[in-house]
């Protein structure tokens, strides 16, 4: 079963989600300690994204649903206008695996420099079990004001029924309609002088 999230990163105007999130969570850079810094050997400000289940991305609520995942690293089209992938130095994957008496242990999957450029950069397919949640850093050059990416996240999930549940669909309250009267449209006059 397909799953595809894609969000964009865009500066200091944050992210912008173009699809989903169903199983891709963040960025966020508070976790990264916990995650393994020195396996990496990443220690500059990062954008860590993690898959998992839970419906908030909450860590120990869901975990990473088993099945192949391939992120794309992309340039996007904004008005026109073909932008750029930027301020990337170097993106990793990271697996995290919990054992039955509650040890993690962190293995390095993948570490690779990414040129400024306006090509994609595909990573992976990674293979994730139930025990096993899967992380993607990208450390940032320069800072969060010049960043610039697209970030897609493609699934086949092994089990569909683990699959995240679907969304609740909230349907747009529609305000009554009030009558405006001759007496309403003088007040109204009245209170803009």
């Not at 865009?10 to 300690?33: A, C, I, M, N, Y």
């Not at 962190?106 to 420099?113: I, M, S």
């Not at 009030?178 to 006059?189: I, N, P």
């Amino acid at each position: 079963m397909p799953v595809s999230d894609t969000i964009i990163r865009r500066g200091s105007r944050g992210k912008q989600v173009v699809l989903g999130p169903e199983l891709l969570f963040g960025p966020t850079s508070d976790k990264r300690k916990r995650v393994g810094a020195d396996l990496d050997r990443i220690t500059g400000d990062v954008d860590l994204y993690e898959v998992n289940s839970s419906f908030c991305g909450i860590p120990g609520a869901g975990g990473t649903p088993p099945g192949t995942y391939t992120w794309t690293i992309s340039p996007f089209t904004e008005r026109g206008f073909k932008r750029p992938l930027k301020a990337i130095r170097v993106v990793a994957v990271l697996k995290m695996t919990e054992a039955v008496d509650g040890t993690q242990k962190t293995e390095l999957l993948f570490r690779k420099t990414v040129p400024a450029s306006d090509r994609k950069f595909v990573i992976g397919p990674f293979t994730s079990v139930a025990t096993e949640r899967l992380f993607l850093v990208i450390e940032r050059m320069g800072g969060v004001s010049s960043i610039q990416y697209q970030l897609s996240l493609d699934s086949v999930l092994s089990n569909p029924a683990s699959a995240p549940p679907a969304r609740p669909f909230k349907a747009k309250k529609e305000k009554a309609m009030v009558e405006v009267t001759e007496e309403d449209k003088a007040w109204d006059l009245v209170k803009t002088d």
